[in-house]
């Protein structure tokens, strides 16, 4: 597609409950990050994929964050029994291989857990 | 470890009006600098990018010099218009293209 596609675009969840986010990066496009951002914060790193390949996974807040990219594609941050706390916007972005941060950011996906 | 401070916001000036937001960072080497805007309902945008000291990024009258004895890369433009009403983050790229984010800053621009 012509940019990167997150979905759903907003997603209310109760306390405990798991959730699933979307990401759908650019066509091509080799490396794929999620960030966390916070009502009026700037965006939080969460991790990095390469390909198919976790490489840095160091801003994932808990073991209750999980994120996979099994194709090289397409990739989903998962959120175990989620608390308030883990309400925030979730970005995702992508770049060619050789683009020196050219990133492409998502919308977003607006989670509230009540 | 590495962080990014910008002054705090909201801004509000008037059309035509100087702009100025400060950035400061705190990292070890030499990181590439950024500003990204995130207008109202969008995603994050690279607006200007900077990868070595004494570099000028700019784009849509937006400029910002990499200086690297005061540690800073202030975002600046001489006429602002309603249209650049948006959040302005600043944001320092280190080893595996991580970006390191300030607060943001937002911006309102009245006619």
């Known amino acids: 597609g012509a940019g990167v596609s997150q979905s759903p675009r907003y997603k209310v969840a109760k306390r405990g409950q798991d959730v699933a986010l979307r990401c759908d990066p650019i066509s091509g496009h080799v490396s794929l990050f999620w960030y966390q951002q916070a009502l009026g914060q700037g965006p939080e790193f969460l991790t990095y994929f390469q390909n198919e390949a976790q490489l840095d996974k160091s801003g994932l807040p808990s073991d209750r964050f999980f994120a996979e990219r099994p194709e090289g594609s397409v990739s989903t941050l998962k959120i175990q029994r989620t608390q308030q706390e883990d309400s925030a916007v979730y970005l995702c972005a992508s770049s060619s291989d050789d683009s020196h941060y050219g990133y492409t950011f998502g919308s977003g996906t607006r989670l509230t857990v009540v | 470890g590495n962080s990014v401070t910008q002054m705090e916001g909201p801004v509000t000036l008037s059309e035509e009006a100087f702009l100025t937001i400060n950035c400061t960072y705190t990292?070890?080497?030499?990181?590439?600098l950024f500003w990204y805007v995130q207008y109202p309902g969008e995603g994050l945008q690279l607006l200007l990018k900077a990868t070595k000291a004494d570099d000028k990024g700019s784009n849509k009258g937006f400029e910002a010099t990499y200086r690297k004895e005061t540690t800073s890369f202030h975002l600046e433009k001489g006429s602002v218009q309603v249209s650049d009403s948006a959040v302005y983050f600043c944001?320092?790229?280190?080893?595996?293209?991580?970006?390191?984010f300030g607060q943001g800053t937002r911006l309102t621009i009245n006619p």
């Open positions: 990292a070890t080497g030499y990181p590439s």
């Open positions: 944001a320092l790229g280190q080893g595996a293209q991580k970006l390191v």
